[in-house]
């Protein structure tokens, strides 16, 4: 497995912009599917973006699609998220996953590897 640490995460005002990032541990990272999901106060956590290993494809939950742009950079071993827009509805502890298997995939399940989770505030 690889060992994810999410940073980048903090209060801003609705219509403002974060961009959080996850640095992965390991040198086999770009053979990992990554993907973002988070998880509101008293809600079940959700899926919010994945990207293939070579960051060629990308799936978006409909909440975020338009605002929301998944990257990564393999080189440095990180996956980024750049939130644009933001709502308070966005408020949440956002998680980084990631998984070898081949498919991009939103279920959280397939997902093997998670972070801790960095938390972000909407403020209306």
């Known amino acids: 497995q690889v060992q994810l640490v999410e940073s980048g995460g903090g209060l801003v005002q609705a219509g403002g912009s974060l961009r959080l990032s996850c640095a992965a541990s390991?040198?086999?990272?770009?053979?990992?599917?990554m993907g973002w999901f988070r998880q509101a106060p008293g809600k079940e956590r959700e899926f919010v973006t994945a990207?293939?290993?070579?960051?060629?494809?990308?799936i978006y939950a409909d909440s975020v699609k338009g605002r929301f742009t998944i990257s990564r950079d393999n080189a440095k071993n990180t996956v980024y998220l750049q939130m644009n827009s933001l709502k308070p509805e966005d408020t949440a502890v956002y998680y980084c996953?990631?998984?070898?298997?081949?498919?991009?995939?939103?279920?959280?399940?397939?997902?093997?590897?998670w972070g801790q989770g960095t938390q972000v505030t909407v403020s209306s």
């Open positions: 996953a990631a998984n070898q298997g081949l498919g991009v995939h939103n279920a959280e399940n397939y997902y093997e590897s």
């Open positions: 390991g040198r086999t990272f770009s053979s990992y599917v």
């Open positions: 990207i293939s290993w070579s960051g060629g494809y990308t």
